[in-house]
């Protein structure tokens, strides 16, 4: 990556790379982030310090379900000890390393892949001025770096100065609460059928068993049974799809024997034998041109 061009083609091994030269301070942000980017940051760590390490995301299910960055990659920086905060709405990216930094467009790895070196530009190489403003301006923690890396008490003054534009404030243990709340509702099953299975012991259990189960037996068998169905947060939000499909019914696919039944399987709380009949019977008085029109749903 030539450090002279302005625009640069930025794939995530070459801004883990990047990363992983800087001597004093590292700022990341963007809308999420990849675990090789992580781990560049986990690399430099004991270098600069968790405190000279800024990481801004916008950690929302739908940044994720785009494929900007991954939930393991912020757990691997928190559980390091480095403070990811939330910044709501970031869709552009900026990596600085030291005094140098590049402004990227990131890319949604679920929507296409990742540049491949030497492809079409995707970064810009910011000035040593648009470094300290972007730093100043990002939030206190990357301020407070701009202002200690700033050359003369004139430049560090101005810096100071300069307000801090875009909002953000720590990550939350958001993803735990919802795996929390889960859990909740899964120890509320399991002690709602401990008696149960106490007075009535599964086969699967009681063969298992040389004696009359314990309370404790019931629990651990149903929290393996439990284990084998029951989702957890991660699951949930990994496995968030969004399918739109459009299919033209005719009339021919209505007199079909096996469509009403489908219909009804389909949405059983809707009364379908009325509106079907008067279809039917409309159709059948209509003609042929009103009878093979389509109908949209």
């Not at 999420?32 to 929302?60: H, K, N, S, Y």
Request: glycine residues 8%; negative net charge; contains cysteine.
């Amino acid at each position: 990556m030539s450090n002279e061009a302005l625009f640069h083609t930025l794939t995530a091994a070459d801004i883990a790379g990047f990363i992983e030269s800087a001597e004093r301070a590292v700022c990341y942000a963007g809308p999420g982030i990849q675990e090789e980017v992580a781990r560049a940051l986990l690399a430099v760590m004991p270098r600069v310090g968790p405190e000279m390490l800024t990481v801004c995301l916008d950690f929302d299910e739908r940044v994720i379900r785009m494929g900007y960055g991954s939930f393991d990659a912020v757990s691997l920086l928190r559980d390091a000890g480095i403070m990811v905060r939330n910044a709501p709405g970031l869709r552009m990216a900026l990596v600085i390393a030291d005094r140098a930094g590049y402004l990227f467009t990131p890319t949604p790895l679920y929507l296409e892949a990742d540049p491949a070196p030497g492809a079409a530009s995707n970064a810009m190489r910011m000035s040593g001025a648009q470094v300290d403003e972007a730093l100043a301006r990002l939030s206190p923690a990357a301020k407070a770096i701009a202002v200690a890396q700033a050359a003369t008490p004139e430049e560090r003054q101005r810096i100071a100065a300069l307000p801090v534009d875009v909002g953000s404030e720590q990550v939350t243990d958001r993803e735990e609460e919802l795996q929390q709340h889960l859990d909740g509702s899964r120890q509320q099953v399991v002690e709602y059928y401990i008696p149960r299975v106490l007075d009535n012991p599964p086969d699967a259990l009681a063969g298992r068993l040389l004696e009359a189960p314990t309370a404790e037996d019931a629990k651990r068998w149903l929290d393996g049974e439990l284990n084998r169905v029951f989702p957890t947060a991660e699951a949930l939000i990994d496995e968030m799809r969004l399918e739109v499909r459009f299919k033209d019914v005719t009339y021919e696919t209505l007199k079909r024997e096996d469509f009403l039944k489908s219909v009804k399987e389909a949405f059983p709380h809707i009364d379908w034998d009325r509106p079907y009949d008067e279809f039917k019977a409309a159709a059948g008085g209509g003609g042929p041109g009103r009878a093979g029109s389509a109908v949209r749903g």
